[in-house]
Structure formats: C-alpha cells, structure tokens
C-alpha cells in the first residue's frame, strides 16, 4: 500500500469488524442496543473482563498513593455496591475511578456548562482513563449525566447519593 496518500483510505477498510456508532442513536436505539443478542452474545466474557478488571482496579486503589482531596470522606471509596442496575453501577464505579486517578475531583466540582460538549483538557484525561480502565459505552448523553451524578455525589456526599438508588 502507498502511504503517500492516505485520504483515500477509508477508516472501515482499516477495521477487522464494523464500529457500531451507538452514541449517534436515539434512547430508543440504545435501549435496543443494550438489550439486543450482540451484548447477550458477548455478556458472559465482557462481565468476566471487567470482574477482572475491577480486581486490578481495586488492588491499583490500594497501593498506589493518590493525592487524595480533603473531601475524599463525601466521596467515599468508590465501591459503589448499593447501586441495583449494573450498568449504572458499572458507568458511576468506572466514572469515580477515572476522576480520582486523573486527580480531577476540583474540576468535577466546578460549575460547568456541559460536561459533554466542554473542550476543558481534563474532559479528556477523564474520558481517556475511563477507557482505560474498560468502558467505551459512552454517549455523549450518558457521560453528561455520569458526570453531573458524580457531581452530585461530591457536592452533597455519598450518604445523599445513596438515598437515589
């Protein structure tokens, strides 16, 4: 292949399978997207991977030092086991880890706009360390309300935070 000229590559014909553009649906189109025989096809191995990957998160939590903001005890711990619907467990758990680990809590703090649409450097270390550490099920509606979740979770504290679910 001639490297010379790459405009002429299209990105699919890069890809062994097809992205799925889910963030460009309706709800509709993700709740028939989070319900289709795709993710139940593939449900035993992705709970198994983020099993894991929750281990290596947890064991990650313990051993490396994080510089821990004054209001870490409104926060809590990040074990967020009280939340009954696993895929809002999973997105908040994934969401709380990714800002304490980016250190990024006083941003999470600020007055904002909009997360989703915020061009801010540190949307971006955010959303790179929630894939990192395995979700890449984001839309941008999603990520907004993940977002002002853990907004809520800092500004009244995890006790008020619990009382929603």
């Given at each position: 292949m001639n490297s010379s000229n790459l405009s002429l590559i299209?990105?699919?014909d890069t890809l062994e399978r097809p992205i799925t553009?889910?963030?460009n649906g309706t709800i509709d189109d993700m709740f028939d997207f989070r319900n289709s025989d795709y993710i139940s096809s593939v449900g035993d191995e992705?709970?198994?991977l983020y099993s894991e990957i929750e281990k290596i998160d947890?064991?990650?939590l313990e051993t490396v030092e994080i510089a821990k903001p004054d209001f870490t005890h409104k926060i809590g711990?990040?074990?967020m086991d009280y939340i009954k619907d696993k895929s809002e467990r999973e997105m908040f758990t994934n969401a709380w880890k990714a800002i304490t680990f980016t250190n990024n809590w006083d941003f999470v703090e600020q007055q904002t706009e909009s997360?989703?649409?915020s061009k801010d450097p540190r949307i971006y270390a955010i959303i790179e360390k929630m894939e990192e550490l395995g979700?890449?099920?984001h839309s941008g509606m999603s990520f907004e309300l993940t977002m002002r979740n853990m907004q809520y979770l800092l500004d009244y504290g995890e006790e008020q935070f619990k009382k929603i679910f």
């Amino acid at each position: 292949m001639n490297s010379s000229n790459l405009s002429l590559i299209h990105p699919d014909d890069t890809l062994e399978r097809p992205i799925t553009p889910i963030s460009n649906g309706t709800i509709d189109d993700m709740f028939d997207f989070r319900n289709s025989d795709y993710i139940s096809s593939v449900g035993d191995e992705t709970h198994h991977l983020y099993s894991e990957i929750e281990k290596i998160d947890d064991l990650y939590l313990e051993t490396v030092e994080i510089a821990k903001p004054d209001f870490t005890h409104k926060i809590g711990d990040g074990k967020m086991d009280y939340i009954k619907d696993k895929s809002e467990r999973e997105m908040f758990t994934n969401a709380w880890k990714a800002i304490t680990f980016t250190n990024n809590w006083d941003f999470v703090e600020q007055q904002t706009e909009s997360f989703a649409w915020s061009k801010d450097p540190r949307i971006y270390a955010i959303i790179e360390k929630m894939e990192e550490l395995g979700y890449y099920l984001h839309s941008g509606m999603s990520f907004e309300l993940t977002m002002r979740n853990m907004q809520y979770l800092l500004d009244y504290g995890e006790e008020q935070f619990k009382k929603i679910f």
